[in-house]
């Protein structure tokens, strides 16, 4: 039995989690599947995260240090105290491979077998590069971290445009595999607004999403009578929205909601200003649930759409967005446009291929 233990953040909403799930969720034969917490999160997502987990036969070990929403101190105590606690796990289970998502599992990765390098025979490496722009704040660590990584061969990126952004920092190429994405039942979503283009712009509520970029582009069109957005999410930003959209009358804000893949074909279009993604799997779930996505055409989220796609914007440029509300509103090809994202998604984001792809990978 060869067993690959993923490495994540937290057990919470993200896309690299959902990723690791996706692919711990493999049923080929010959394969046992761990996931494992760097911070112990405590959102009521948490617990269904867990319990997706345990219905699905995946094991999980829980992170001890707690998490600190919008504190990164605490995530890198948690890397640096990591080879503590991983290390009684690895010398009971001895891993054939050690798969990290995102910069704080990949830096308590490089930490535990920079102390144990003697661990690494034996055991493969496997680090999926989630985003565009990595370090931010940490450079010269992640130099550090990188060529670990590099001399493992160990990188996979996650769309063309985060190889290319890791190839000009770095010099070094990777293959590619697509984030794999389910297809969801759909259900009625309780908040939609009745006569008016329902928008939705869900994420966690930090600079990278393009907040800002959401406050302004609603506050430019909050006169419009034909609009409702949707705001769903968490974050450092968080109190900006609520002071800014929440006294229009145009815009409701929720809290993070749990499967919302479920949900989105109650709305209209997808609102995603972000300034950067690895491989954006909002997107994809909004397209296979055939939801037209108003994009920024940025690194990580351009990938996730048709090439001729006509509701992308450059540059994040307000008016561009106000122009294309305008469009959407005045003209009904919804069903059109979403049935083109759809049948994209479906011919490149496949689940099963993703899970075949890595495990060709684990046992190269």
């Known amino acids: ?11 919470d909403v993200g896309g690299a989690e959902r990723v690791a799930v996706n692919i711990a969720r493999s049923r080929t034969e010959g394969y046992e599947y761990h996931v494992v917490e760097l911070v112990r999160a405590h959102s009521a997502y948490t617990r269904v995260f867990v319990k997706e987990l345990e219905e699905a036969g995946i094991r999980y070990h829980r992170a001890v240090l707690p998490e600190v929403h919008f504190h990164y101190v605490v995530e890198r105590l948690a890397a640096m105290t990591f080879p503590l606690r991983f290390l ?16 704080m599992p990949d830096l308590a990765v490089w930490w535990f077998f920079t102390l144990f390098p003697n661990l690494l025979k034996g055991c493969k490496i496997i680090r999926t590069i989630h985003n565009t722009q990595l370090w931010t704040g940490l450079k010269r660590t992640g130099r550090r971290v990188e060529r670990l990584f590099m001399r493992l061969n160990a990188n996979v990126a996650i769309s063309r445009s985060v190889l290319d952004c890791y190839r000009k920092e770095y010099g070094r190429t990777a293959p590619i595999i697509y984030n794999g994405v389910a297809e969801t039942a759909q259900r009625p979503f309780n908040g939609i607004v009745r006569g008016k283009t329902n928008i939705l712009f ?6 990278q999403k393009g907040v800002a970029k959401l406050i302004e582009t609603v506050k430019r069109v909050k006169a419009d009578g034909r609009l409702h957005f949707h705001v769903i999410g968490d974050g450092s930003l968080r109190a900006d929205v609520e002071r800014e959209l929440g006294p229009l009358e145009c815009v409701t804000i929720y809290p993070p909601q749990y499967d919302l893949a479920a949900y989105l074909a109650s709305f209209d ?23 037209p996505v108003i994009a920024n055409s940025c690194p990580g989220l ?24 305008n469009y959407v509103t005045a003209h009904n090809d919804r069903r059109r446009l979403g049935a083109k ?22 046992s190269y």
Not at 1 to 7: D, L, S, T
Not at 88 to 103: C, I, M, Q, S
Not at 278 to 290: D, K, P, R, T
Not at 302 to 325: A, G, I
Request: charged content about 20%; glycine content about 2%.
């Open 88 to 103: 009684p796990l690895f010398l009971k289970h001895r891993p054939a491979v050690v798969h990290t998502h995102t910069e």
């Open 202 to 207: 869900a994420g966690r509520l930090e600079p």
């Open 302 to 325: 351009r990938d996730t759409l048709p090439d001729d796609w006509p509701l992308c914007v450059r540059n994040n440029d307000t008016d561009q967005y106000v122009s294309l509300l």
């Open 1 to 11: 039995m060869k067993k690959v233990f993923h490495i994540i953040s937290h057990f």
């Open 269 to 291: 279009y997808l609102f995603m200003p972000s300034e950067f993604e690895g491989l954006s799997i909002m997107s994809i779930e909004a397209s296979l649930a055939a939801l």
């Open 341 to 362: 994202a759809q049948a994209f998604a479906r011919m490149n984001f496949g689940i099963r291929r993703m899970q075949q792809a890595y495990e060709a990978l684990y």
